[in-house]
C-alpha cells in the first residue's frame, strides 16, 4: 500500500465563542438578586497525523463541537446571624463528533510498530442534556455553647434529561495484517499478506436513547471554634441517584438464554442471578453517606504556625454512563466478521472476501454483518457497590513577614471502583494469557461484565509558598504563589487510572505503578499579578505550569509477554530547559495584561488581553512504547504522536458593569 499519496500538510483549527453576561439588582437592605448567562460554543478538528507510531491519514479527522449555555437565578436574604442563598440553574450541554470526511469505508493496515488508518472516522455522536438544578443554601452564625459556632446546611435537587443519539462504528472499518493468529474460528496464523482484510467492526441499529435522572444532595456542616487557637469542620453529606443503575432494565432473553447455557463453559463462570436483571432486583443505593472532618491549630499564640488536616468519603458517580451502553451495545451493537484467508477454505464461523464488501452501502452491510456477525453484550452486576475514595491531609502553615509556606501531605485510597472484564477470556493456570471459551459461535462475540475488583493509590506532597496581593505604595501593588507537587500513582484491578476495562479480569492486574501516562511525579505551579509602574493602572498576571513528564511502560503488560518484552516504567518523555535545565517535559506560560477605566456615573469598564501557552511550547504526548531489541529494533519508540496543551492563541474580552 502507497501510503505517501496520503502525506501533506494540514491544519487543525478551533474555534470558540464565549458570551457572558450578569445583572446585579439590590431588592432591600436585606437582600439582593443576581442573573447570569453564559454561552460556550467551540468546534474543532482533530485525531489525525501520528499515532502511536502509525498514522491516521486527514479522512479520519473528526469535527468535535460542544455547545454549553447556562443561565443561574441567584437570591439572597440575610438577617442578624442568617443568611439564606437560594438559586435555579438551567443547564443545556451538546457534544456532536462526527467524521469530518463521510462517506469513505475505514482501512487499518496493522504494521509492525503501528496501525496506518485510511477513510473516515468510525463513529458519530450527539449527546445532549438537559439540567434543571434547585438549590438552597443556609447560614447560622448566632450559636456560642462552647465556643463560636458556624452552622451551613443545603439541600439540592438536579432533574436531568438526556437526548442520546450514539452512532459508534457506523463507518464500517476493515484491518488488514500481514499473519493472522485465527484461533478459535480456524486454530492456526495465517499469512494474509494485506491482500484482504481478516476482520469487519460495524455498528448498526437503533442509535437513540431519550433516558433521565434525578440526583438530590444535602449536607450539614458546623464550623466550630472551642478555643482561639483551634478551629474544627465537622460535617455530612448524602447523596442519591434515581436512575443510577439503570433499575429497571430487563436482560434480553436471547441474552440469558446464551449464558444459561454456555455460563459452565466460560473461563470464570458467573453467578447469574447477579448478572441477570429481571427489572426489580437492582436496589437504589440510599447509603451516600460521606463524612467530613477537618481542623486547625494554632501552636503559637500569634497563629504564626498552624498545623492543619482533613479526611472525608467521596462517592463517585460512574455507573450512569455504563448503563447507557449496556442497553446500547444491544439496540445498536457492533458486529465483528471473520473473513478467510485468500488461500484458504472459508472454517466455520468465516466468510469469503469479496470485494463489493468494502463499502459503506448500509444495505449489503447490514446484510452481511446480521447474518454472520455477533455482538456484544454487557452485564451490571445487580449488587454493584458505588464506587468510592477516602481521602485525607496533614500539613503545617507558616507565616514569614508578608509570605505564608507551608507543607502537606495528601492521599487518597480508591476502592469498589468499576472494572469492566471480559467473559469470553481468561488467564491459563500458569498465569499467562490465555484460555477462551468461542461465544462467537453461539450469538454473542463477548460478555462484559461489571465488578467492584479495582483499587486506586494516591500519595502527594506539597510545598506552597504564597505573598496575597497587597500595596506596598499608593499606587503599586504585586502578589505571587508558587507550588512544588511530588506524586506517586499505583492502581490494581486496571491497567490504568480512567480504564474500566480489565482484560481478561481485574483479578489478574496486581497493584502496579499507573505507568500509562498518569504517573508524573514533579509539578510546579506558579502565579503572579502586579501593577505595572508608569503604565496607567495596567495589571500584569500570569500562570506557570511545568510537568516533569509521567513515566511509561515500554512494552505489552508483563503478566502477558514477561520481562523479555516489557520494561517497567522504561521511558519517560525529553525534558527541556526552563530555568532549570533539561528538567521539564511540560512547560506552559498563561500571561495576562488587564486595565480598569475609571467609574462614569456608576458604570465601570475593563479590558483584558490573553495569551495562552504565550511561548508556544510543543508539549507532546501519545508516545509510541513499543518494546525494542536489537533482533527486533523498534524504530518509533519514543516517537510523539499528539500535544498535551493547545497551540498558542490569544483572547481578548471586555466587562462592562452599570
Not at 509570605?403 to 498465569?431: C, E, H, I, K, W
Request: proline share 6%.
Amino acid at each position: 500500500m502507497n501510503f505517501a499519496q496520503y502525506n501533506g500538510t494540514f491544519t487543525s483549527p478551533f474555534r470558540e465563542t464565549l458570551l457572558f453576561g450578569k445583572l446585579s439588582y439590590a431588592v432591600s437592605p436585606k437582600s439582593s438578586a443576581e442573573f447570569s448567562v453564559s454561552n460556550r460554543i467551540e468546534s474543532d478538528i482533530r485525531d489525525f497525523g501520528p499515532a502511536g507510531g502509525g498514522f491516521n491519514a486527514f479522512q479520519e479527522a473528526v469535527h468535535f463541537g460542544n455547545h454549553v449555555g447556562i443561565g443561574t437565578l441567584k437570591y439572597n436574604y440575610f438577617t442578624g446571624a442568617w443568611l439564606n442563598e437560594a438559586n435555579v440553574t438551567f443547564e443545556r450541554f451538546k457534544r456532536d463528533p462526527f467524521p469530518n470526511s463521510g462517506g469513505l469505508p475505514s482501512r487499518v493496515y496493522q504494521i509492525p510498530g503501528g496501525d496506518y488508518t485510511l477513510g473516515s472516522n468510525a463513529s458519530s455522536q450527539n449527546f445532549t442534556q438537559k439540567r434543571l438544578g434547585l438549590r438552597d443554601d443556609v447560614t447560622y452564625s448566632g450559636f456560642k455553647s462552647g465556643g463560636q459556632h458556624v452552622f451551613k446546611m443545603g439541600v439540592n435537587a438536579d432533574f436531568v434529561a438526556y437526548d442520546v443519539e450514539k452512532r459508534n462504528d457506523e463507518t464500517p472499518r476493515f484491518l488488514y495484517a500481514q499473519n493472522v493468529d485465527c484461533h478459535p474460528t480456524c486454530g492456526s496464523v495465517q499469512a494474509f499478506d494485506y491482500r484482504v482484510p481478516y476482520q469487519l467492526s460495524y455498528g448498526t441499529g437503533n442509535p437513540f436513547l431519550n433516558t433521565h435522572n434525578n440526583q438530590l444532595g444535602a449536607y450539614l456542616q458546623d464550623d466550630w471554634n472551642p478555643t482561639p487557637r483551634l478551629t474544627l469542620n465537622l460535617g455530612m453529606r448524602w447523596d442519591f441517584e434515581s436512575h443510577m443503575m439503570n433499575y429497571s432494565y430487563v436482560t434480553p432473553k436471547d441474552v440469558v438464554d446464551t449464558l444459561t447455557r454456555y455460563n459452565d463453559s466460560l473461563p470464570n463462570p458467573l453467578n447469574l442471578s447477579r448478572y441477570i436483571s429481571n427489572g426489580s432486583n437492582r436496589k437504589p443505593f440510599y447509603g451516600g453517606f460521606q463524612p467530613r472532618l477537618g481542623f486547625s491549630y494554632a501552636l503559637d499564640g500569634n497563629n504564626r504556625t498552624t498545623l492543619f488536616g482533613g479526611f472525608g468519603i467521596f462517592y463517585d458517580r460512574t455507573f450512569f454512563d455504563i448503563s447507557v451502553d449496556e442497553t446500547l451495545k444491544l439496540t445498536h451493537p457492533t458486529y465483528t466478521v471473520q473473513f478467510a484467508n485468500p488461500d484458504s477454505t472459508p472454517a466455520p464461523g468465516q466468510v469469503a472476501w469479496n470485494d463489493r464488501y468494502l463499502t459503506t452501502n448500509k444495505t449489503l452491510l447490514d446484510s452481511l454483518t446480521r447474518s454472520v456477525g455477533t455482538p456484544e453484550a454487557w452485564l451490571i452486576d445487580s449488587k454493584a457497590k458505588t464506587p468510592k475514595s477516602r481521602q485525607w491531609n496533614l500539613g503545617v502553615r507558616r507565616v514569614l513577614g508578608n509570605f505564608t509556606v507551608a507543607a502537606t501531605y495528601m492521599g487518597v485510597r480508591g476502592v469498589d471502583q468499576l472494572t469492566l472484564n471480559f467473559g469470553n477470556s481468561g488467564l491459563n493456570p500458569n498465569g499467562s494469557c490465555c484460555t477462551s471459551f468461542n461465544t462467537g459461535a453461539h450469538g454473542f462475540s463477548n460478555f462484559i461484565y461489571s465488578t467492584n475488583d479495582g483499587k486506586t493509590w494516591y500519595d502527594a506532597l506539597s510545598l506552597q509558598m504564597d505573598r496575597p496581593y497587597r500595596l506596598s505604595s499608593a499606587h503599586f501593588g504585586w502578589g505571587a504563589g508558587i507550588a512544588y507537587t511530588y506524586a506517586t500513582r499505583s492502581v490494581s484491578g486496571v491497567d490504568a487510572l480512567g480504564d474500566e476495562f480489565s482484560f481478561p479480569t481485574a483479578l489478574g492486574i496486581p497493584k502496579h505503578s499507573d505507568n500509562s501516562g498518569n504517573n508524573e511525579h514533579h509539578r510546579v505551579v506558579a502565579n503572579w499579578i502586579l501593577d505595572v509602574p508608569y503604565l496607567f493602572g495596567i495589571q500584569f498576571s500570569g500562570l506557570l505550569t511545568l510537568g516533569s513528564g509521567a513515566t511509561l511502560d515500554i512494552g505489552c503488560p508483563i503478566r502477558f509477554c514477561g520481562p523479555a518484552t516489557y520494561i517497567n516504567g522504561g521511558f519517560t518523555p525529553k525534558k527541556y530547559s526552563f530555568i532549570i535545565p533539561d528538567a521539564w517535559a511540560y512547560r506552559n506560560v498563561d500571561l495576562r495584561v488587564r486595565k480598569d477605566f475609571p467609574s462614569v456615573s456608576g458604570t465601570r469598564l475593563g479590558i483584558t488581553a490573553d495569551a495562552f501557552n504565550a511561548f508556544n511550547y510543543k508539549n507532546f504526548a501519545c508516545f509510541n512504547t513499543g518494546f525494542s531489541s536489537p533482533a527486533s529494533p523498534n524504530l518509533n519508540l519514543g516517537k510523539a504522536s499528539c500535544l498535551a496543551s493547545d497551540p498558542r492563541r490569544f483572547q481578548l474580552g471586555v466587562d462592562y458593569d452599570f
